[in-house]
T-cell receptor
Framework: DAGVIQSPRHEVTEMGQEVTLRCKPISGHDYLFWYRQTMMRGLELLIYFNNNVPIDDSGMPEDRFSAKMPNASFSTLKIQPSEPRDSAVYFC??????????FGEGSRLTVL | GESVGLHLPTLSVQEGDNSIINCAYSNSASDYFIWYKQESGKGPQFIIDIRSNMDKRQGQRVTVLLNKTVKHLSLQIAATQPGDSAVYFCAESPVKYIFGTGTRLKVLA
């Protein structure tokens, strides 16, 4: 298996633009998580899905952030409009019902 | 609330010595704990895990200790090598995984 696949790996955009990050979880995994990583706050859980259904989105910073999982093999995290403080590395991770999380390589977002 | 915190932001260890990285957790309901290693520019990678019905688990050169009484978790790395240099995170979970800010391990030659 190729592991969790995220795209784009790097994105630079201007404030106010829409940003869409994509994730393909490992096949057969029931859970998908979106995290944001910054130097100041470390790894913050934004939202997680179980069987494509959002279970806990309490970590989503504000209404500018939204996440979807239309099917078991794809998820998106959207920021609209983006702001400089959204600059971070965004990780997607997936897991089976039990056991450890498998992380993707991350999407580094820079908002100018 | 749920939180995971690390005592030491940076740990410097001589090559060949043992490393100990500590972690405190706050959620008494957590029943599963994991240590991850993150190298620069990469996603976190699984090192070792432990369930709450155990107090010690050993892997290859790594040992995780769990003290539920004081809600403390530690990662011991034996004979630390340059390749162990990274940021280490602990995470706790009843269901979702909460991570701390991480400890940077620097291995000195």
């Amino acid at each position: 298996d190729a592991g969790v696949i995220q795209s784009p790996r790097h994105e630079v955009t201007e404030m106010g633009q829409e940003v869409t990050l994509r994730c393909k979880p490992i096949s057969g995994h029931d859970y998908l998580f979106w995290y944001r990583q910054t130097m100041m706050r470390g790894l913050e859980l934004l939202i997680y899905f179980n069987n494509n259904v959002p279970i806990d989105d309490s970590g989503m910073p504000e209404d500018r952030f939204s996440a979807k999982m239309p099917n078991a093999s794809f998820s998106t995290l959207k920021i609209q409009p983006s702001e400089p403080r959204d600059s971070a590395v965004y990780f997607c991770a997936s897991k089976q019902n039990t056991g450890e999380l498998f992380f993707g390589e991350g999407s580094r977002l820079t908002v100018l | 609330g749920e939180s995971v915190g690390l005592h030491l932001p940076t740990l410097s260890v001589q090559e060949g010595d043992n490393s100990i990285i500590n972690c405190a957790y706050s959620n008494s309901a957590s029943d599963y704990f994991i240590w991850y290693k993150q190298e620069s520019g990469k996603g976190p990678q699984f090192i070792i895990d432990i369930r709450s019905n155990m107090d010690k688990r050993q892997g290859q050169r790594v040992t995780v200790l769990l003290n539920k009484t004081v809600k403390h978790l530690s990662l011991q790395i034996a004979a630390t090598q340059p390749g162990d240099s990274a940021v280490y995170f602990c995470a706790e979970s009843p269901v979702k995984y909460i991570f701390g800010t991480g400890t940077r391990l620097k291995v000195l030659a």
